[in-house]
C-alpha cells in the first residue's frame, strides 16, 4: 500500500505561483511513477503532467512551459511547481502513484491521494 498527501493548494490570482507536494508513506516510492491529475467543477478528471521512476516527464499541452514536475525520493515527495497561473487552472488537484510506471491515463494508477483545491482569480 502507498499513501498519498498532497499539500499547497490555495487561492491566488492570475500570473501567481503555486508549488503542490505529493508526500508519500508506504512502499518503496521511488520505484512508482506519480502523477498529477485535476478535476475542475462539473468536468471529467484529466491528466496534468507525471514522472516516471526514471525520471521521465509528461505534461498535458495546456501546462507546458508553466509547471514542473519533479521528485525527491529521498523525502519520498513528488512537487509540482505551478507557475503564471490561469483561471481555468482551478481545480481540485490529486497526485496518484502508480506500481508499472506512470502514464496519461487514471485507469493506469493504483492509489490516490485526497486532493488538494486551487483557484485561480482573475
Known amino acids: 500500500q502507498v499513501q498519498l498527501v498532497e499539500s499547497g493548494g490555495g487561492l491566488v490570482q492570475a500570473g501567481a505561483s503555486l508549488r503542490l507536494s505529493c508526500a508519500a508513506s508506504?512502499?518503496?516510492?521511488?520505484?512508482?511513477?506519480v502523477g498529477w491529475f485535476r478535476q475542475a467543477p462539473g468536468k471529467e478528471r484529466e491528466f496534468v503532467t507525471a514522472i516516471t521512476w526514471s525520471g521521465s516527464v509528461y505534461y498535458t499541452d495546456a501546462v507546458k512551459g508553466r509547471f514542473t514536475i519533479s521528485r525527491d525520493n529521498a523525502k519520498n515527495t513528488v512537487y509540482l511547481q505551478m507557475n503564471n497561473l490561469k483561471p481555468e487552472d482551478t481545480a481540485v488537484y490529486y497526485c496518484?502513484?502508480?506500481?508499472?510506471?506512470?502514464?496519461?491515463?487514471?485507469?493506469?494508477?493504483?492509489?490516490w491521494g485526497q486532493g488538494t483545491q486551487v483557484t485561480v482569480s482573475s
Open positions: 496518484a502513484a502508480d506500481r508499472e510506471g506512470g502514464g496519461r491515463n487514471i485507469w493506469e494508477y493504483d492509489y
Open positions: 508506504g512502499r518503496t516510492f521511488s520505484n512508482y511513477g
